[in-house]
């Protein structure tokens, strides 16, 4: 991994209102984030220059103690951890903010979900196995691991991402697949394979999304794609085609209620 710099900081307050369907609130313990996926759209929703973005961590080093103290006084509600960057992000190994936050809500018992690339998030079973209410959802947005490193080249490999999943659903955990956003590189005919393998892996619900292309992000994704130039042809010929994603999405829920697996559109 390239070097990035961390920042030590204090933050103000620890849970934020969230206006993403099924939160009440979101819990970002890091601003940034070390897994560098060139589709990330945080820099345009934070307003951040995208040349920065990956550059730097912010690790919010109270915010344990500042959830704690809100935790008394909120009124109980769905807490999205994370939702603008990834709290099991490599840098967590050593700060372990995302799991001394999940010992405070576990302490009033708040509704979680939880949506990681990592499988970082196993360490934490523990834990996240006492939560009444307990959702972990694993991004995967193909199942290509060349092409997976050619856009998130620092996050988990793909096959550890399905076994995270197998291994959450072994302990009870609620699993979950945010299949998104589609790579173009996925076939029709790939689909029944692809459900197939995220049944094995327990998963019990997929949310699906398309590539949103918010203004930098397509030229950040092709100079990622500089180094394997069929992908980039496919990604040229398909990324903003709705025909495609209109396609895959159709074969998506034919297979998945062939297989009485659960399937929703993410927005």
Not at 35 to 42: G, R, T
Not at 219 to 239: A, D, G, P
Request: with cysteine.
């Amino acid at each position: 991994m390239k070097y990035m710099e961390i920042k030590e900081t204090k933050c103000k307050t620890a849970l934020s209102k969230s206006n993403l369907p099924g939160l009440t609130y979101s819990l970002n313990p890091y601003k940034g984030c070390q897994h560098k996926c060139a589709y990330c759209y945080v820099p345009n929703v934070l307003r951040i220059n995208r040349d920065q973005w990956g550059k730097y961590i912010e690790i919010k080093t109270n915010i344990p103690t500042v959830l704690s103290k809100e935790l008394k006084k909120k009124k109980s509600g769905i807490v999205g951890i994370s939702t603008v960057t990834d709290p099991y992000q490599p840098v967590e190994k050593k700060y372990r903010l995302t799991r001394y936050c999940l010992e405070q809500l576990l302490k009033y018992d708040f509704p979680i979900c939880i949506q990681t690339k990592s499988s970082i998030v196993t360490r934490d079973i523990d834990i996240i196995s006492k939560f009444t209410k307990a959702e972990v959802m694993i991004s995967i947005s193909t199942f290509s691991d060349d092409i997976r490193k050619l856009l998130e080249p620092y996050s988990s490999t793909i096959n550890d991402r399905l076994k995270t999943l197998k291994i959450l659903s072994q302990n009870s955990i609620q699993t979950n697949v945010f299949l998104g956003p589609i790579y173009p590189t996925i076939k029709k005919q790939d689909i029944p394979n692809i459900i197939d393998k995220l049944i094995e892996s327990g998963v019990e619900e997929i949310m699906i999304d398309k590539f949103n292309l918010k203004p930098g992000i397509y030229n950040n994704i092709t100079k990622s794609l500089q180094k394997n130039l069929e992908v980039y042809r496919i990604f040229n010929e398909k990324i903003e085609n709705n025909d495609y994603y209109n396609e895959i999405r159709k074969t998506l829920f034919e297979i998945c209620n062939s297989r009485n697996m659960e399937v929703v559109d993410a927005f």
